[in-house]
């Protein structure tokens, strides 16, 4: 399943391509909240093809109606995930898919076809970034530990969201190597499993930004959980917290540090 899955999103990432580097119109599904063609075409794309040769999963995606999701056997699709750098020509944008069995990970991709990478995992076969086995940093000491956070579209217009992102940058910056906000949660759940990053943590994320991401930090040994540090619910929980499992304690005590 795994191969035909990558080749079919291959081929979507030839559309994501073409809008990228295109004159596009923006539509907004909320103040931040941004929305385009080519993100409506992509999931058009994915979801068609899959429905097609898996048609035994559930298809979910970001733009179509989630009002009765049927979690289960399914496919997560975020058809772009970064939108907000897709629209400025910032080149970290991913099409995400997670495959889930009986509502666990059991095969995640995230590619990225401006910069040509292409992040894989299937259950107990380890991550690979473009066929290369990628695994976590080793890095244990907090303070020289390279942490990446992202935004909540609600930090313009939920003031208790927007607080809550700005107490917990003052208490874990000077705490820390320095944070990044790169801007697409799969790719940064990505970064972590390549060693790049030693932790990540968000809030307000939907299942389409993590599902593959999830998969591939695993698999690449690293550590993911709630914001109380128990196994993280998709659909549920409000905070993911993901790292390389070293410092995955004192990322969790700093983020509910008062
Ligand atoms: C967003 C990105 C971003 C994160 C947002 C997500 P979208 O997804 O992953 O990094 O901070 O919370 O919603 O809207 O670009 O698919
Ligand atoms: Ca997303
Ligand atoms: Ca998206």
């Known amino acids: 399943m795994k ?45 068609n093809r899959f429905s097609k040769e898996f048609p035994s999963f559930t298809l979910i995606a970001e733009e179509s109606d989630n009002t009765d999701i049927k979690f289960g056997d399914s496919i997560i699709i975020d058809p ?18 997670g495959v889930y069995k009986n509502k666990e990970p059991y095969i995640g991709v995230v590619y990225n076809p401006i910069l040509n990478e292409l992040y894989e995992a299937k259950t107990g076969c380890g991550s690979f ?13 907090f303070q ?70 999830i998969l591939i930090l695993l698999e690449a040994g690293g550590k993911i959980s709630n914001i109380n540090g128990e196994k993280y619910k998709l659909f549920d929980d409000k905070y993911i917290v993901a790292t390389n499992g070293y410092i995955h304690k004192e990322l969790i005590l700093n983020l509910n540090a008062k």
């Not at 990558?6 to 979507?12: D, F, R």
């Not at 990044?180 to 940064?188: E, N, T």
């Open 80 to 97: 772009i995930d970064g939108t907000t750098n897709f629209v400025n020509q910032v080149p970290h944008t991913a099409i995400s898919v």
């Open 144 to 213: 020289k530990s390279l942490i990446s956070t992202g935004f909540p579209y609600t930090s313009g217009s939920n003031q208790n969201d927007l607080n809550d992102v700005i107490k917990k940058i003052e208490i874990i910056l000077p705490k820390c190597q320095d944070i990044r906000r790169l801007g697409s949660a799969s790719l940064d759940l990505c970064y972590v499993a390549r060693g790049t990053y030693e932790g990540y943590y968000e809030m307000n994320l939907k299942a389409w930004d993590v599902s593959a991401g």
């Open 3 to 47: 191969d035909k899955l990558i080749e079919i999103i291959k081929e979507a990432g030839e559309l994501l391509k073409e809008g990228y580097f295109s004159n596009k119109e923006v539509n907004f599904k909320a103040k931040k909240d941004l929305v385009t063609k080519y993100d409506v075409a992509v999931e058009n794309f994915l979801k």
């Open 129 to 141: 970034l473009n066929g290369k086995k990628i695994e976590v940093s080793k890095e244990n000491d």
